[in-house]
Every structure is written in structure tokens, then in C-alpha cells.
């Protein structure tokens, strides 16, 4: 019913910069909260950041900073500008939402397939 793709994920220098998208699609109603989460290897998944629907934007100690979180409300989209990466940002970068569908007028948390992001000279 919700489909989430992500995009931008790939190999960068210390240093660099990427941007992450995630696009939602399918039979939504609204969305809610949007963010991004990362699993590196032997790790727990963790967030990275959040953004509500009305904009207000929360991080992880780890990326204030260096990272922003976006959004567009009239795409159903998420971003999310990676500067300043590190080797340790390497991990699974996955999208999540939180949205109500057609069929579904309650909350339901969905998640996007990942996209990997290696930071590595």
C-alpha cells in the first residue's frame, strides 16, 4: 500500500558530501513524521533525523552539524544533505515514515529497502 524508494546512497571520501532522497508512494492519506535511520555492520539500527510535518527537525548527537533533513509535503519526499561525512557514517541509510492510508486512518510506520552509504579513502 506504501511504497518508499531511496536513491543517492554510494562510496565517498572522508570529507565529502551526499544527498540521500526517499519518495513515498501508494494510497496515502497524510504523513506525519519523516525520517532517515542508519544500521552500520555488527550495529543496532539508530536514527539519524527527523522532520514533522509542520517542519521541526530533530538529530543525532553524532550528525548536528553536518547533516540536514527536508522535506516536501507536496512530493511526499524526504532528504537528507550528508556534508562533512565520516568513516563512521558508513552504514544502511533507510527512510521511515509515519502515514495513514486510504484503507488504513491509523499510523502505521513504513520503511524504505536502504540505500548503503560507504565513506572510505
Known amino acids: 500500500q506504501v511504497q518508499l524508494v531511496e536513491s543517492g546512497g554510494g562510496l565517498v571520501q572522508p570529507g565529502g558530501s551526499l544527498r540521500l532522497s526517499c519518495a513515498a508512494s501508494?494510497?496515502?492519506?497524510?504523513?506525519?513524521?519523516m525520517g532517515w535511520y542508519r544500521q552500520a555492520p555488527g550495529k543496532q539500527r539508530e536514527l539519524v533525523a527527523t522532520i514533522t510535518s509542520g517542519g521541526r527537525t530533530n538529530y543525532a548527537d553524532s550528525v548536528k552539524g553536518r547533516f540536514t533533513i527536508s522535506r516536501d509535503n507536496t512530493k511526499n519526499t524526504v532528504h537528507l544533505q550528508m556534508n562533512s561525512l565520516k568513516p563512521e557514517d558508513t552504514a544502511v541509510y533507510y527512510c521511515?515514515?509515519?502515514?495513514?492510508?486510504?484503507?488504513?486512518?491509523?499510523?502505521?510506520?513504513?520503511w524504505g529497502q536502504g540505500t548503503r552509504v560507504t565513506v572510505s579513502s
Open positions: 521511515n515514515i509515519a502515514a495513514t492510508t486510504r484503507t488504513m486512518p491509523n499510523i502505521h510506520t513504513y
Open positions: 501508494g494510497s496515502i492519506a497524510s504523513i506525519y513524521d
